[in-house]
């Protein structure tokens, strides 16, 4: 069983929309979420962290947690074709440096 | 400008010749990692060093070998390279005050004939 899953996608959502990405984790002991950002060709990028069920904000982007459901979702409002890119979930448990990745969502945005 | 470095960034080398991929921060970072991405398969971290001379395994250590005598860097050692370690590696960085925050290399594109 995977660690942490996620749908590989392309999620397609037009210009304007909300791009509602998920993911699921199998450990309960796990303390810290990530969402990173990954372009094609390039590394990943830290978007938000969130350690604490309910919602975060930041900007247009809003990571969601629900450890009960063992859940953990990220929300982009008003998505740019510029948000098109894959979506990495990480997860952690105590410590942040043993980080496990899900194998990310790709994120495509239509003018 | 604040970055962590690697060399070098394409590597097509043959199966039994060591190599060495050079990972450098300039942040002075506490923490580091070596990560490889393969399709479908998605990053896995392959060892981790919390401080000099600390270092741990990931979720993928065999082939690979890691040091961390000075902060800055922490160099990637393949032994006896096999043509499943061709891969993209990134290396990682973090503070200890801001460990969530993870600052990636550009990545190293290896194949191994």
């Known amino acids: 069983q995977k660690e942490v899953e996620q749908n590989s996608g392309p999620l397609s959502v037009p210009e304007g929309a909300i791009a509602s990405l998920n993911c699921t984790y199998s450990?309960?002991?796990?303390?810290?979420f990530f969402w990173y950002r990954q372009y094609s060709g390039k590394s990943p990028e830290l978007i938000m962290f969130i350690y604490s069920n309910g919602d975060k904000e930041d900007g247009r982007f809003t990571a969601q947690l629900n450890k009960a459901s063992q859940y953990v979702s990220l929300l982009i409002r008003d998505s740019q074709p510029s948000d098109s890119a894959t979506y990495l979930c990480?997860?952690?448990?105590?410590?942040?440096?043993?980080?496990?990745f899900g194998t990310g969502t790709r994120l495509l945005v239509s003018p | 400008e604040a970055q962590v470095t690697q060399n070098p960034r394409y590597l097509i080398t043959v199966t039994g010749k060591k190599l060495t991929v050079t990972c450098s921060q300039n942040?002075?970072?506490?923490?580091m990692s070596w990560y490889r991405q393969d399709p479908g398969l998605g990053l896995r971290q392959i060892y981790y060093s919390m401080n000099v001379e600390v270092t741990d395994k990931g979720d993928v250590p065999e082939g690979y070998k890691v040091s961390r005598k000075e902060k800055r860097n922490f160099p990637l050692i393949l032994e006896s390279p096999s043509p499943n370690q061709t891969s993209l590696y990134f290396c990682?960085?973090?503070?200890?005050?801001?460990?969530?925050?993870?600052?990636f290399g550009p990545g190293t594109r290896l194949l191994v004939l």
């Open positions: 450990d309960r002991g796990s303390q810290s």
């Open positions: 942040m002075n970072h506490e923490y």
């Open positions: 990480a997860v952690n448990g105590v410590g942040f440096q043993k980080l496990v």
């Open positions: 990682a960085s973090s503070s200890h005050t801001h460990q969530e925050t993870q600052y």
